[in-house]
Each structure stands twice: as structure tokens, then as C-alpha cells.
Antibody
Framework: EVQLVESGGGLVQPGGSLRLSCAASGFTFSSYEMNWVRQAPGKGLEWVSYISSSGSTIYYADSVKGRFTISRDNAKNSLYLQMNSLRAEDTAVYYC????????????????WGQGTLVTVSS | DIQMTQSPSSLSASVGDRVTITCRASQSISSYLNWYQQKPGKAPKLLIY???SLQSGVPSRFSGSGSGTDFTLTISSLQPEDFATYYCQQSYSTPRVTFGPGTKVDIK
């Protein structure tokens, strides 16, 4: 059974840092691209960052570029999000999500999601 | 960036009703459109990918259609467990995907 379990959320002051982790199991983690998606309280979904299966290709949303760093450790089946210079508007539930392509290789979607971890940025 | 809009933002329906939700992209995205269902306090769940392909395990009362800029998600006969918020997502510009603002379906 595929499982993604996030951890590391909590309360942090503006300007502070936090590192989120996502532990993967039930599939060959090193074969899949991964993403972080967040959801502010009562709001919609916002894609945050992507990392390729090897970790060699990385993308960020403009809203977090230069402040957040995505990484992975395939030996530990883990995905990370280092968040620095946190702002009130970064307050959200952060989900890790597995990227999957259909058999054609053209269509991609997030087929498994973790339960999320809440990050609250407040003084 | 590709912007996604959804209508309506919310709707009230009864069990057994046919429900249709619309999603529109700011530019043509071919069939690179996915639909997710999210219940309160839970992670989103994939329903439909590539505009009309049903994800494994998803009931057949859910269907998707459209291409280009206009898409629909239809629930043929609403069930109690379908009351949730539904999001469309474009994957045309993957990995820089964007989501629609969501449509909340609640009980009439």
C-alpha cells in the first residue's frame, strides 16, 4: 500500500525556518517525481515545488522561490522541504504528492497524497 | 502562467441529483486536465485524469469531458459520500501545474 506521511510542521515566527519531511513507503520511491502542494486555511490548493526522481531537476512556485528548498534522499525514501524566511502567508497545510504519468507518458497527475502537516507562521 | 477558473464556486444538491461542474483554462490545454475531490480535513483524491479517464477505483458515476479551454466534471447521481470540494488542475505546463479555486458541493 502506497503511503506518504508528512511531519515537521508547527508554529514558527515570521522570518523563521522549518524543515518538512515526507516518508514514503509501498512503492519504489526512487522511480517517482514528487511535489509539495499547500493549502492555506479555508483556501484552495497551491503547487509549491517539484523534484525529479533523481533530484537533478527542481522547480518552484514564484511565491516561494529563493526561500524554500526541495530535496530528497532516495536511500531513505524521503522527501524534504526546507522553508526559510517564513511569512504569514506561508501558513498552510503542506502536502507531499506523488507525480504519476499515464501509460502514454503524456498525461501527469498527482495520484497519491499524504495527510498533510500544518505550518503556522505567527508571532 | 495558465489560470484556471471554476463555476459555480458552490452548489447545493440533493442525493440522486445530476451535478455538473465547469472548469475553464486561460489558454488551450488540450486534454491536460485532472479533477480531484477533497473532503474536510482530508487530502485531495484523484478522480479523473487526462480530462476523461477515470482513475482506478473511482465510481463510474463520475465522468469528465472537454478539451481545449472548457471542461466539465459530472456526477450522474449524487451520493451522500460525494459532498465535498472539487478542484480541477491543469498539467499542460507540468511540472508547474495550477489548480482551479474549487467548487463546494453541499447538501440541499
Amino acid at each position: 500500500e502506497v503511503q506518504l506521511v508528512e511531519s515537521g510542521g508547527g508554529l514558527v515566527q515570521p522570518g523563521g525556518s522549518l524543515r518538512l519531511s515526507c516518508a514514503a513507503s509501498g512503492f519504489t520511491f526512487s522511480s517517482y517525481e514528487m511535489n509539495w502542494v499547500r493549502q492555506a486555511p479555508g483556501k484552495g490548493l497551491e503547487w509549491v515545488s517539484y523534484i525529479s526522481s533523481s533530484g537533478s531537476t527542481i522547480y518552484y512556485a514564484d511565491s516561494v522561490k529563493g526561500r524554500f528548498t526541495i530535496s530528497r534522499d532516495n536511500a531513505k525514501n524521503s522527501l524534504y522541504l526546507q522553508m526559510n524566511s517564513l511569512r504569514a502567508e506561508d501558513t498552510a497545510v503542506y502536502y507531499c504528492a506523488r507525480d504519476h504519468g499515464d501509460s502514454s507518458g503524456y498525461y501527469y497527475y498527482f495520484d497519491y497524497w499524504g495527510q498533510g502537516t500544518l505550518v503556522t507562521v505567527s508571532s | 502562467d495558465i489560470q484556471m477558473t471554476q463555476s459555480p464556486s458552490s452548489l447545493s444538491a440533493s442525493v440522486g441529483d445530476r451535478v455538473t461542474i465547469t472548469c475553464r483554462a486561460s489558454q488551450s490545454i488540450s486534454s491536460y486536465l485532472n479533477w480531484y475531490q477533497q473532503k474536510p480535513g482530508k487530502a485531495p483524491k484523484l478522480l479523473i485524469y487526462a480530462a476523461s479517464s477515470l482513475q482506478s477505483g473511482v465510481p463510474s458515476r463520475f465522468s469528465g469531458s472537454g478539451s481545449g479551454t472548457d471542461f466539465t466534471l459530472t456526477i450522474s447521481s449524487l451520493q451522500p459520500e460525494d459532498f465535498a470540494t472539487y478542484y480541477c488542475q491543469q498539467s499542460y505546463s507540468t511540472p508547474r501545474v495550477t489548480f482551479g479555486p474549487g467548487t463546494k458541493v453541499d447538501i440541499k
